[in-house]
Nanobody
Framework: QVQLVESGGGLVQPGGSLRLSCAASGSGFSIYAMGWYRQAPGKQRDLVSRITSGGSTNVADSVKGRFTISRDNAKNTVYLQMNSLKPEDTAVYYC?????????????????WGQGTLVTVSS
């Protein structure tokens, strides 16, 4: 099981860039699929991007071509590179760790969330 801490949020102008980091402590990072979600005030939490333990990625249509997810298993860290930021990207961004079916069934691992980091896109 892991614990997650996000960092890198802040205030950025439209069109700017920001890189979020999610550092995992504990054990088992490499067997988790990792995801970034975001939640604006009064809105639901939505998936932004996800990367599997094997390195396959997907991104939401709203950020396709602008955001890139990556992971460094040696550093137990997942990143979200955000470019061409828009005001509608403003939200609290959460890191998520989703264990494999094997890890859930055989090791009792469960889904884990970080505390979130605020990204504000405004001029």
């Amino acid at each position: 099981q892991v614990q997650l801490v996000e960092s890198g949020g802040g205030l950025v102008q439209p069109g700017g860039s920001l890189r979020l980091s999610c550092a995992a402590s504990g054990s088992g990072f490499s067997i988790y699929a990792m995801g970034w979600y975001r939640q604006a005030p009064g809105k639901q939490r939505d998936l932004v991007s996800r990367i599997t333990s094997g390195g396959s990625t997907n991104v939401a249509d709203s950020v396709k071509g602008r955001f890139t997810i990556s992971r460094d298993n040696a550093k137990n860290t997942v990143y979200l590179q955000m470019n061409s930021l828009k005001p509608e990207d403003t939200a609290v961004y959460y890191c998520n760790a989703d264990p494999s079916t094997f890890a859930k069934a055989r090791m009792g691992f469960t889904e884990v969330w970080g505390q979130g980091t605020l990204v504000t896109v405004s001029s």
